[in-house]
């Protein structure tokens, strides 16, 4: 249903319609004069009355309905900014809550790549990714980085725009395809090494990713993150 509103537009021709529709019936102008001959009897002294009453009156009614509408639609035009300051503020508050939550993956990550164990050794860093005596948190470390992985990859989805934060992506595209090198190793590692058909000797697995890289551009994506939790709770 559409709003109705009293501009000053719309004053200024109620204003005059008052004006003009008794002057024109005192004027004798037909037909408004012979329907308020009938409607209406009296001498000019009751016009002269008539007058003095509605000239009275009128202005303030007017000036009362413009004033009361013009208070209605400014505390309408405030509630209605306030609301959306608010929806702004709840918007931002989630936006906020999932950033933690990105940062949370994103150290769960870094834990569990920037390790000082030595793995130049294919085995070595097979073991620390697929058995359980490294385990760091609840899965093995391997499952807990795809798992987290899966998580930035949501969340990111959610919160940055692929065009306005272009420099966001390409860090994520970078991690990502690191996060697939290790995928291809494990495979190929498993392959070779723990199938059915392994003849028993170890066969060597090109490791080709290094984990510092990989905490390098996580440390990337931190700057990123934290600069848009400032940029949110301005």
């Given at each position: ?185 494990i495979v190929l590692h498993e392959r070779l090494n723990c199938g059915n058909g392994n003849d028993g000797e170890h ?32």
């Amino acid at each position: 249903m559409q709003k109705f509103k009293f501009t000053r537009g719309l004053v200024v021709k109620l204003l005059i319609l008052f004006i003009a529709l008794p002057l024109v019936i005192q004027m004798h102008w037909l037909p408004f004069y012979q329907l308020a001959k009938v409607l209406t009897p009296g001498s000019s002294s009751d016009w002269l009355q008539f007058w003095g009453s509605y000239l009275g009156v009128m202005p303030s009614g007017l000036i009362a309905v413009f004033v009361a509408s013009y208070q209605i639609e400014s505390a309408q035009n405030q509630i209605d900014e306030a609301r959306k300051e608010d929806l702004i503020i709840m918007r931002n508050t989630k936006i906020v809550d999932y950033l933690y939550e990105i940062k949370n993956a994103l150290s769960k990550s870094e834990v569990i790549l920037n390790t000082d164990k030595p793995l130049s050794l294919d085995v070595d860093m097979y073991n620390y990714l697929q058995t359980p005596e490294h385990i760091i948190f609840e899965d093995l470390n391997w499952k807990e980085l795809k798992n987290q992985n899966n998580r930035l990859y949501f969340l990111s989805k959610i919160i940055f725009d692929e065009v306005k934060d272009e420099r966001f992506y390409t860090e994520m595209n970078n991690y990502t395809t690191a996060i697939k090198s290790i995928n291809s190793f494990i495979v190929l590692h498993e392959r070779l090494n723990c199938g059915n058909g392994n003849d028993g000797e170890h066969h060597d697995t090109d490791i080709n990713f290094r984990l510092p890289d990989m905490v390098s551009i996580i440390n990337r994506l931190f700057v990123i993150v934290n600069r848009k939790i400032n940029e949110l709770s301005a």
